[in-house]
């Protein structure tokens, strides 16, 4: 019997590589860290700026690699606003997740700082370093910043487009994880709109990186949730 599938969408300028701390604590599943083009394995390929072009590149790979188990859709951040988009494509194609997790992030709509891709190389660093989980070996080398800052930016101007989600709602339930030192943490209840089903929220220690602190707790998250939303059926929401 095929296992279980977890699939992992990247926070902005992260890329397959960036839940490589949750491997060993998910063995339960076949864990699946999908990536954009621009970074990681997929160097080669023209970054995207589109937030529908990205979910329907994600909502690609995920088809392609489904097994036939039931599985979760995850996000951080900017994987949070593509998972919901991805999600609803998944639900149109009548292959749906058992659930979406997303962390990291309040939701469609509530952040408003809509032109941080757009902001001057010191004051992009600076928003940066303000979010916390920058390495200081990368803000100390300007070659560094030069390959992946244009990774970032890109990947900005995908969240700012996340207006195309606002109204959205899937069947699938949703869980939200956030760090108590985010900013927007108590908006984190925003995501129950964006949900027909159950919706399950968390609050652990720490800012936006947070979860790198929690693998532990994320794994827990990830088999409560697995469960509870397999006995939801949500399949029947209408």
């Not at 599985?71 to 979406?100: A, M």
Request: hydrophobic fraction near 40%.
């Amino acid at each position: 019997m095929n296992k279980k599938q977890l699939f992992l969408l990247h926070f902005a300028g992260g890329s397959i590589y960036s839940f490589e701390f949750l491997r060993a604590l998910c063995t339960d599943f076949e864990m699946i860290p999908l990536e954009l083009p621009g970074r990681g394995k997929r160097i080669k390929e023209k970054l995207l700026t589109s937030y529908p072009d990205a979910i329907k590149d994600l909502f690609s790979q995920i088809t392609d690699k489904l097994n036939g188990s039931p599985f979760i859709v995850y996000g951080h951040s900017l994987g949070s606003s593509l998972g919901l988009g991805v999600t609803d494509l998944l639900e149109k194609n009548n292959t749906p997740p058992q659930c979406l997790i997303v962390s990291g992030n309040a939701g469609p709509g509530i952040a408003t700082e809509n032109n941080r891709s757009e902001l001057e190389r010191d004051d992009f660093i600076s928003m940066l370093t303000e979010l916390g989980g920058i390495p200081d070996e990368l803000l100390n080398s300007k070659e560094l910043l030069d390959f992946v800052l244009p990774i970032l930016k890109a990947d900005f101007k995908i969240v700012e487009e996340d207006f195309f989600i606002e109204n959205a709602i899937v069947k699938a339930p949703i869980v939200a994880i956030m760090g108590n030192s985010e900013k927007y943490v108590d908006r984190i209840n925003n995501w129950r709109k964006h949900t027909f089903s159950g919706f399950n929220s968390y609050i652990l220690k720490g800012n936006h990186f947070f979860i790198l602190d929690h693998g532990d707790k994320l794994k827990e998250i990830f088999d409560i949730s697995f469960k509870e939303c397999t006995s939801l059926n949500y399949n029947n929401v209408q």
